[in-house]
């Protein structure tokens, strides 16, 4: 990876480590994401419980998260454990590096485009955005979701116009889904032309609300927004819509979230 962090963490951040050693009691390990920065792991941070054979845990060349327990900065030695990460901070952190992938891999495809080196173009790019954005990601996800311009924020026109056409293409806006199924059933005599009148109702309750037709009056109604409180909101209508439908008719119905 291109990312390097200068300086040192911080006590209680996770980070990617590399193991480079193991001995009997500890581990030795590189942080990925820092410049010449390593630390250790003593056995009792590997696992809890006793561990016979430290082999079993971690092997040289191994990518592992840890959290930083301790960091003496005068002698700049960095304590590190395993046991302590738990599995939202892990996922949190394989999700923050499988954005940071993308994101280079956007650099990447516009110096082969512009047959440039590529680290010159991570350097010159992150130097800007990172002065308004936490990562690269985020200001690439901010050119998907609000349609911002780069521009605005420091870069080159040409090279933002470049980087532009490379995000929306790798970078896909955010969705929320809500999937239910609505079964309407009526004893009026005329209880298909009822049914057919809700449902051509519920279909123009939003461009964001798909209706699929299941069989015997049940159908599958799917919202899909980029936003939940929108999607709550079509959910709603619709309900109100098909509740407003079968009054003054002996006509009834079920709505359930699948």
């Keep these: 990876m291109l990312f390097q962090k200068k300086g040192m963490p911080q006590e209680g951040d996770c980070v990617f480590c590399t193991v480079t050693k193991v ?17 250790m792991i003593h056995i009792s941070e590997i696992s809890p419980g006793r561990i016979r054979n430290i082999n079993e845990y971690v092997k040289e060349g191994k990518v592992v998260i840890c959290k930083i327990l301790r960091i003496n900065k005068e002698r700049g030695h960095i304590d590190l454990s395993l046991r302590r990460v738990n599995e939202s901070q892990r996922r949190a952190k394989v999700e923050e590096r499988k954005q940071q992938i993308i ?43 609000n349609e ?35 079964s309407l059933e009526s004893y009026d005599s005329d209880g298909v032309d009822i049914i057919n009148g809700i449902m051509k109702q519920v279909v123009e309750v939003s461009d964001h609300l798909k209706v699929q037709f299941l069989g015997s009056g049940s159908f599958k109604c799917e ?36």
Excluded: C, W
């Excluded at 001995?23 to 630390?39: I, P, T």
């Excluded at 010159?120 to 690439?140: E, G, N, Q």
């Excluded at 709550?232 to 407003?244: L, R």
């Design 23 to 39: 001995q009997y009691h500890s581990v030795f390990a590189k942080l990925d994401e820092y410049e010449n920065k390593s630390g």
């Design 103 to 145: 994101a280079e891999n956007i650099l990447q495809s516009y110096a082969q485009l512009k047959k440039l080196d590529v680290k010159k173009v991570y350097k010159d790019v992150s130097t800007i955005l990172l002065k308004s954005f936490p990562t690269l990601y985020a200001a690439f996800e901010d050119v998907v979701e």
């Design 223 to 258: 919202i899909i927004t980029p936003d939940y409180a929108q999607a709550e909101e079509i959910y709603k209508e619709m309900e109100t819509v098909v509740s407003g439908g079968i009054k003054g008719h002996q006509t009834e119905y079920t709505l359930a979230r699948t």
């Design 148 to 182: 911002n311009n780069l521009v605005d924020v420091g870069l080159d026109k040409d090279l933002a116009a470049d980087l532009d056409v490379i995000i929306k293409e790798r970078i896909k806006p955010k969705q929320v889904s809500i999937i239910a199924t609505l």
